[in-house]
Structures are given as C-alpha cells and as structure tokens.
C-alpha cells in the first residue's frame, strides 16, 4: 500500500509539472513555477513520494537496514539537494517563490 502510494503522489506531482511545460527533472532549467495540487500541500513532493515508496519497500523486504538509512538518505537530500533546489528556484522566479515558500512547507 505504501508503494503505491507514493506511486500516486509522484505521478501527481509530476503530472502538474509536464501540464505546466516545465522540466521534472532537478537538474534542467524549470520554466514555470507549479504551487497548485500537491503542491499546495508540499514544496516537494516527489520526494515525499520517493520516501513513502522508500518504507514501503523497506518494509516489504523486511530489512531494518534500509529502514534505518530512511532517515540518513532524507538529511542528505534535505541538505545538498533541496537546498540547491530551492536556491535556483528563488533566483529564477524571485518575490513569487518566497512567497510559495511562506505558505508552504518543504516536505509536509
């Protein structure tokens, strides 16, 4: 269930950014700033998807090594990715992405 979940929530998030024209992917240049959906509720959730499908395999591997890491692989993306992330994205867009950052928290 878990999996799935964050099969959903990655698929949504996704989604609004390719109806929006604008890359997915954090290392192309974004084109349009996406604050509605998902995005209303998290600054990222794909990587809360990614974490929910991280537990849910986890868990389905019965392996508390990996479930151990959940919290060390989440301080590293929150640190020297999102970081970055959101750097670029207040130098891009500006007075609009603070105040998206205002309303709106980082994971959830």
């Known amino acids: 269930m878990l999996i799935v979940t964050g099969l959903v929530v990655e698929g949504w998030a996704a989604g609004l950014f390719r109806r ?3 890359a997915v992917e954090p290392w192309k240049p974004s084109t349009a700033l996406v604050t509605n959906g998902i995005y209303a509720l998290s600054r990222n959730p794909i990587y809360v998807g990614f974490t929910i ?3 849910g395999l986890a868990i389905g591997l019965d392996s508390p090594l990996a479930a151990a890491m959940i919290l060390p692989c989440l301080i590293v993306i ?3 990715v999102i970081v ?3 750097a670029y994205l ?3 867009f500006g007075e609009p992405y603070r105040a998206y950052k205002a309303r709106v928290r ?3």
Do not use: G, M
């Open 53 to 55: 499908i991280y537990a």
């Open 90 to 92: 207040e130098r891009k």
């Open 84 to 86: 970055r992330e959101e």
């Open 78 to 80: 929150d640190r020297f």
């Open 106 to 108: 980082r994971w959830l």
């Open 20 to 22: 929006a024209r604008t």
